[in-house]
């Protein structure tokens, strides 16, 4: 099995003016990095026009389904009938994207298939990553 997942997904951005655009993003989760979920949004979604990726927890997304969740760049709430809002936080301003709740549970539930929550810190591997971090050290 592949040790990373990819999902596409419909996001449908909220402008401040009141009118959506939906455009194309993609989810991935990558064993190796067993904590993080990545979200891409395309270049014709961003202000600089080119890919943006955030980066956030797993668990922060699949918490943010239930309740509302986060206080720093990323936050996540339920919203409605079957959506999830995931706000974006940065320094030029804040982007909120809505997204099908069940598209979002069918990529937690692939991602627990690769590495079961509870159970991330079993594919770290830390003597790689400090070796990395203490490379320049000497």
Do not use: K
Not at 1 to 9: C, L, N, R, T, W
């Amino acid at each position: 099995m592949s040790p990373v997942i990819e999902q596409a997904v419909q996001a449908r951005l909220v402008a401040s003016v009141p009118r959506t655009e939906t455009v194309a993003a993609t989810l991935r989760y990558d064993r190796t990095d067993p904590f993080a979920v990545r979200m891409a949004f395309p270049p014709l979604a961003t202000l600089e026009g080119t890919e943006v990726t955030w980066e956030f927890s797993r668990e922060l997304l699949a918490s943010g389904i239930h309740e509302p969740v986060g206080l720093g760049d990323v936050r996540v709430r339920p919203f409605g009938y079957g959506r999830t809002v995931l706000e974006f936080h940065a320094p030029e301003g804040t982007a909120m994207v809505h997204l099908r709740t069940s598209d979002l549970r069918r990529f937690l539930e692939r991602s627990e298939d690769l590495v079961p929550a509870g159970h991330e810190h079993l594919h770290l591997n830390l003597d790689h990553d400090l070796t990395e971090l203490l490379r320049d050290a000497c």
